[in-house]
């Protein structure tokens, strides 16, 4: 079964770091393009990034310069570095598996998300 | 950036009857070489993480139930949900998936009337 199981989340204060995590399972991480996607509470989805399988990076500007995502293909698992955290990062991050062809940017999986509260 | 706008914000829809949704994305995301649309739609009910209906703006996910379609190329889209059924109650988001940065719709609430 395709799962991927976000973890890391939690209350930290502005300016602070957090390391988020998806572990993936029934797939291999290392030959999809993983995205990290955002949901501030009531609100609406915003992407965050992506990892290519090619190991190409890419950065909404809101996250740019202040979050880097990242994978380990031995554990299977892809990361989310967040630092110089602002009130405006609260949200459930999500992480989700683009499709499984060429081009296909689509999110086909995602996991059940992880809660990023920044207030002091 | 593609901006994506959704219309209504929000909408009641009697059971059994039909559900309509539109997607307005802020340039064309019809990609020329090979005729796609680069647009999919999602459904998130509350507290569960958003789930893939349809993709290529036409494309039914598997298992997607065959009331829902999508249509509409370049820059205009719809979501068709027919005849509405309880579980269909959720907020439906558009994405364009064209061009980084991936852009969502603000999101359509249906309820049922």
């Known amino acids: 079964e395709v799962q991927l199981v976000e973890s890391g989340g939690g209350l930290i204060q502005p300016g602070g770091s957090l390391r988020l995590s998806c572990a993936a399972s029934g797939f291999t991480v290392s030959t999809n393009y993983m995205s990290w996607v955002r949901q501030a509470p009531g609100k609406g989805l915003e992407w965050v990034s992506v990892?290519?399988?090619?190991?190409?990076?890419y950065y909404a500007d809101s996250v740019m310069g202040r979050f880097t995502i990242s994978r380990d293909n031995s554990k299977n698992t892809v990361y989310l570095q967040m630092n110089s955290l602002r009130a405006e990062d609260t949200a459930v991050y999500y992480c989700a598996r683009e499709g499984q062809q060429l081009g296909d940017h689509y999110f086909d999986c995602w996991g059940q998300g992880t809660l990023v509260t920044v207030s002091s | 950036d593609i901006v994506m706008t959704q219309s209504p914000d929000s909408l009641a829809v009697s059971l059994g009857e039909r559900a309509t949704i539109n997607c307005k994305s802020g340039?064309?995301?019809?990609?020329?070489?090979?005729?796609?649309?680069?647009l999919a739609w999602y459904q998130q009910k509350p507290g569960q993480p958003p789930k893939l209906l349809i993709y290529?703006?036409?494309t039914r996910e598997s298992g997607v139930p065959d009331r829902f379609s999508g249509s509409g190329s370049g820059t205009d889209f719809t979501l068709t949900i027919n005849s509405l059924q309880a579980e269909d109650v959720a907020v439906y988001y558009c994405?364009?998936?064209?061009?980084?940065?991936?852009?969502f719709g603000q999101g359509t609430k249906l309820e049922i009337k």
């Open positions: 994405q364009q998936y064209y061009s980084t940065p991936y852009s």
């Open positions: 990892i290519y399988s090619g190991g190409n990076t």
């Open positions: 340039q064309s995301v019809l990609y020329s070489s090979n005729n796609k649309n680069y």
């Open positions: 290529w703006a036409s």
